[in-house]
């Protein structure tokens, strides 16, 4: 059963804690991301990644890191420097064609964090 | 930088209704846009992909159409039923991103 699965899905955090939230998909896609859903607002992008062990900063990547060290994972750590992180967090997925239109997201179930 | 503006925000209607759902955006550079539904509390489901050559994509029900030049896109919804209760995200992809609106919240009354 093909998917992006995300962990967890309710996460607690007391300020000044680090924490890691859990991106894993076996669609065999090269591109993954990261964003952030706050109430009344667009999605907001923190993280992309399109291969293996590089990744970019979106638009909101400060307080933020990443790391892509397999072509199914890609962790989003929450550090202490993200000033609000309570917030809805979505990751997705999508094959990586170079300038093309073929390129379609496709979403986890989203996790939500809040902080204590 | 892109801009996507959805209208309208909210809309209520009664079952059976055809409905359409508005969505500009700013820089026409795009490769393609998606159209997503989002219920409360999940994640975003792909609903359509509209590549940048084509003007329309149906899918069942639904039917978007795409044009570049003026920077619009619209979702039809045909024959609208309460599970089609939810809030509908459009998303342009140009630069390596998806920029999204903020959505238009639909609901379908029985």
């Known amino acids: 059963d093909g998917g992006i699965t995300q962990s967890p899905k309710y996460l607690f955090r007391k300020e000044g804690q680090n924490v890691t939230l859990s991106c894993e998909q076996n669609?065999?896609?090269?591109?993954m991301y990261w964003y952030r859903q706050d109430p009344g607002q667009g999605l907001r992008l923190i993280y992309y990644s399109q291969i293996v062990n590089d990744f970019q900063k979106g638009d909101i990547a400060e307080g933020y890191s990443v790391s892509r060290e397999k072509k199914e994972s890609f962790p989003l750590t929450v550090t202490s420097a993200q000033k609000n992180p309570t917030a809805f967090y979505l990751c997705?997925?999508?094959?990586?064609?170079?300038?093309?239109?073929?390129?379609?997201?496709?979403f986890g179930p989203g996790t939500r964090l809040t902080v204590l | 930088k892109q801009e996507v503006t959805q209208i309208p925000a909210a809309l209520s209607v009664p079952e059976g209704e055809n409905l359409v759902l508005n969505c500009s955006f700013t820089d026409s550079a795009i490769y393609n846009l998606q159209w997503f539904r989002q219920d409360p509390g999940k994640g975003l489901t792909s609903l359509l992909l509209?590549?940048?050559?084509?003007r329309e994509q149906t899918s069942g029900r639904l039917n978007a159409s795409l044009d570049k030049s003026s920077g619009r896109s619209t979702l039809y919804i045909a024959a609208s039923q309460p599970g089609d209760s939810a809030t509908y995200l459009c998303?342009?992809?140009?630069?390596?991103?998806?920029?999204f609106g903020k959505g238009t919240k639909l609901t379908v009354n029985p």
């Open positions: 998303a342009p992809f140009g630069s390596e991103k998806l920029v």
């Open positions: 509209i590549q940048s050559s084509q």
């Open positions: 669609l065999n896609h090269d591109a």
């Open positions: 997705a997925s999508s094959t990586y064609i170079p300038a093309s239109s073929y390129n379609e997201q496709f």
